[in-house]
């Protein structure tokens, strides 16, 4: 028992000294044990010596394929599946009295001001997040810190830990361009979301945007530097993309069928699509309006149109349902007055089906005129819509041609193996060079 302790208090001492010259407690800990009791240390395979250890830091659920259209949830597996190991730090918990201090600072907002004030945007709400997940990583190794639109978590992160932030906006674009959704957002709320914002870009080594629209605006409101930046598209998301034959099979359809994907009806420009439908009659084509995501109000009916008012891809029923209607559809309609990026471009794409949208937001930057779809101007009517399609559809060759660019443009470029490509490669010229120089730069420790 004696010699229990002693040898207990010898390693503790011993562990205690490695520890203040180390940066790498871990291993030489490890090191030493095998040593003191003569064990061959194990051999790493190369394999394991190249994956990443990575923590994924998000406000909405990453094991939820409807969070943020799934974005959080694909990003994360194809991370997990390209470059190394997720660790999710979801839900990030706070203490129920703050909770409830934020609530009814909430109301009194509403009763004093008639005015909404946002608790995700809030600076209490930031600095306790911060301090959950520093405690969360407390005793653990991360190569990197992949922040997908969690401004509000990292900006009070203390961490030597690179931090990659990667979002579709900035909030200062986002809360100008969104007017309907911050009409009536409380004027603390948008000062504290811009603070928040301008810190968390300070926060992170590299920033990685969906658009050059939205990189100017973070260059140019916030003042980042550019070589901080670099764009990349979003990827589908979905389990799996069709082989090439199934996406021909839609020319063998002799009904038009237009499908519009979207949950906000009036902000996807759902009338506009409605218009298109019944200018398309009147000229005489026999053509189908799919509806997914919404109601549209009872105004808008018609016997050619047809309404599947919501589909959870955590259900294998509802998701083949989603790939059916990807199958036999022709166009995707997306006549939206407002948008960052069109994640269902993608999808679309990767089934051969064009994207017939507006030039607005990051869309254009998406959808490339004669490659993927067609964008056209945010005045455009439906018989603009009518136009364009009918002109597309009615020449063969070019509507072949158009299903085939528009699966190479997902192949090449609208898929998550491509993003973490993209990723993998900032990583290993950016921050892996930085983390090397910042060790040699440590002072030697005596």
Known sequence: TWWYFIMKKEISFELHNIFKHSLDISKIAYRFM?????????????????????????????????????????????????????????PIRFPPFVLKGLNGFVKLNRILFNKEYKVQYSVVYSWLAARYIRQQMKGKHYDCIVAPVSSMLIAFLKTDVPIVFFSDTTFNLYSHYYKKEFDRVSPLSLREGEWLDRRSYRKSRHIIFTSQWAADSCIQFYGTSPRKISIHPLGANMDHAPGREIIFEKEHHSVLTLLFLGVDWDRKGG??????????????????????????????????????????????????????LLTTSHFLILPTRADCYSAVTCESNSYGIPSISTRTGGVPEVVLDGINGYCLPIEAKGIAYASLITEIYSDKKRYHQLILSSRMRYEESLNWDKWTEHFHSVYLEILQPEKKSSILLQPELS
């Open 271 to 324: 009338s506009i699509a409605f218009d298109t439908l019944v200018h398309l009659h009147q000229m005489g084509i026999k053509a189908k309006l799919v509806i997914c995501g919404c109601t549209p109000p009872p105004v808008f009916s018609h016997p050619f149109m047809e309404v599947i008012p919501f589909l959870d891809k955590n259900l294998q029923e509802h998701h083949d349902i989603f790939e059916n």
């Open 34 to 90: 095998v040593n003191f009791f003569s064990r061959p240390e194990p051999v790493q395979s190369e394999q394991d010596e190249k994956r990443m250890k990575i923590l994924y830091i998000v406000s909405t659920d990453p094991h939820n394929k409807t969070s943020w259209s799934g974005i959080t949830y694909y990003l994360a597996q194809a991370i997990n599946r390209n470059v190394g190991d997720v660790e999710y730090i979801w």
